[in-house]
């Protein structure tokens, strides 16, 4: 079964310290989402891709966070300089456009900023 | 703004209980999705909604929304442990050229024997 990748699973740093998490979505799949949850709560979504294209980047810190979907397949997003608040699960999703619209969920990265 | 609120937060329930879980939400739309997270996992898609009046269900879950009430339920039948996990609903809202998925606060669904 086709799965969205994501690594590394935990990321632990230091804060001013520079991060970057990477994503492969489904094949064939041309949206792709980055999110962020904070324990207890429900994701947020930072940054959505169509291709290579942004389409929705209003909820990202964009003078930190950065994202990259360079080739229309897999993904980047970059913190730096990482802060003590961003401690959170970055999330990974993808979708195709049919099946009713559905996200599917990497498995994240847990980020602990210290 | 869309605003996603779900009661309760935490249920606790013990099992072969019934109880369902509420996600309101504040601007239209006419989609909803239900997902499952469990400890430190990420989220299974469970249902997805598209109409007033829609009902889906999958063994002891059934999903239902009434878009004119801006609500939908998860309705849990005779539970069981292995039902416990966070529920989130989430809405789409159009803008532009993208679709946007904005999540409940989630409930956490604790089932003891």
């Known amino acids: 079964e086709a799965e969205v990748a994501q690594s590394p699973r935990y990321k632990i740093t230091e804060k001013s310290q520079a991060v970057a998490f990477w994503c492969d979505p489904i094949?064939?799949?041309?949206?792709l989402y980055w999110y962020r949850q904070i324990l207890g709560q429900g994701p947020e979504l930072l940054v959505q891709f169509q291709d290579e294209s942004v389409v929705d980047d209003s909820q990202l810190p964009k003078d930190r966070f950065s994202a990259e979907r360079l080739k229309g397949v897999d993904s980047t997003l970059k913190i730096q300089p990482a802060e003590l608040g961003d401690s959170a699960m970055y999330l990974c999703?993808?979708?195709?456009?049919?099946?009713?619209?559905?996200?599917?969920f990497g498995a994240g990265t847990r980020l602990s900023v210290l | 703004e869309l605003k996603v609120e779900q009661n309760p937060l935490f249920l606790s329930m013990q099992e072969g209980k019934n109880y369902t879980i509420y996600c309101n939400y504040s601007t239209t739309s006419d989609r909803l999705y239900w997902y499952r997270q469990d400890p430190g996992k990420s989220l299974e898609s469970l249902f997805v909604?598209?109409?007033?009046?829609a009902v889906k269900q999958e063994g002891r879950l059934m999903a239902s929304l009434d878009t004119k009430a801006r609500l939908s339920t998860l309705h849990i039948t005779a539970a069981v442990h292995d039902l416990s996990a966070t529920y989130f609903c989430?809405?789409?809202?159009?803008?532009?050229?993208?679709?946007?998925?904005?999540f409940g606060t989630g409930t956490r669904l604790q089932v003891t024997l």
């Open positions: 094949s064939g799949h041309a949206t």
């Open positions: 999703a993808s979708s195709s456009g049919q099946s009713r619209g559905i996200q599917y």
């Open positions: 909604l598209l109409s007033n009046g």
């Open positions: 989430a809405v789409v809202r159009y803008t532009g050229t993208a679709s946007k998925l904005t």
